[in-house]
């Protein structure tokens, strides 16, 4: 019998088959056509019969995706110690970032296309500004909720405010920091995905309109599970470096 351990960690899994499974019933009850919704079994054909064309629009992907994501991390770090570091900044500058982010990212797709034409460029762009933004407020949160109490008392041994953010704050802000990294690298794929649809030659999301336009829905299909692995699989080695390098702040969950 599985301890609730085990059960805990095999959840997804199961849930993941279940799902499958009804979805190829489904389908075969119902006798779906492959062109309007394909089933499990048809994406797992065309993942294999293509295995080669998939494999090298994901890399091309993938790496775009980790360049705008890489990007985030410095421009979302930076803005957001600026922020949280200062209440006049975090009064000035917050609000207009969030008016920022609320706008359309896949609109300024042809506008990047007229600056930095077809291809990388865009894709890469598109992917940083749809995932710095949660990087920028969390590390701004970590800073700004800093104790007034625990500043005060490190001020009367003598730490500056420099000592204070840099040796307090910044630590403190690590669990809000993999937080965040978990959440924009998932839409960083989303970005580069939806640039690739309507700038680019490669990639999975050029491949997802060649797909449709030639009624190959299986392929299409095919492109998504990918993407989704490729980003379930960066949230999991994200997730694994957190619980390796900020233990002390879940202790609570370590007998789980």
Request: charged share 10%; with cysteine.
């Amino acid at each position: 019998m599985m301890s609730r351990k085990s059960l805990e960690q095999a959840s997804p899994w199961i849930l993941l088959v279940l799902v499958l499974l009804v979805w190829e019933l489904l389908c075969r009850a119902f006798n779906v056509s492959e062109f309007v919704f394909p089933s499990p079994s048809k994406i797992a054909l065309a993942l294999q019969d293509q295995a080669g064309l998939i494999a090298g629009h994901a890399w091309r992907t993938f790496w775009v995706t980790m360049a705008g994501f890489g990007l985030s991390i410095v421009v979302g770090v930076l803005l957001g110690f600026l922020i949280g570091s200062s209440r006049l900044a975090y009064t000035a500058v917050y609000p207009l970032m969030t008016g920022f982010n609320a706008l359309p990212k896949a609109a300024f797709v042809p506008i990047l296309v007229v600056w930095f034409g077809i291809g990388v460029g865009p894709a890469v762009i598109t992917a940083f500004l749809i995932s710095f933004f949660p990087i920028m407020v969390n590390i701004a949160t970590g800073l700004a909720t800093l104790e007034p109490e625990l500043e005060d008392v490190l001020r009367v041994l003598g730490a500056k405010r420099w000592d204070v953010l840099t040796k307090v704050g910044l630590p403190r802000s690590l669990p809000y920091f993999y937080g965040s990294l978990k959440v924009a690298i998932t839409l960083a794929f989303v970005g580069t995905t939806v640039s690739e649809m309507t700038a680019a030659n490669e990639g999975i999301g050029y491949l997802l309109i060649s797909a449709g336009s030639s009624m190959q829905m299986g392929l299409a299909f095919a492109g998504l599970v990918v993407v989704g692995a490729m980003a379930m699989a960066m949230y999991e080695f994200f997730s694994i470096v957190e619980r390796r390098t900020t233990g002390w702040a879940h202790r609570g969950s370590q007998g789980h």
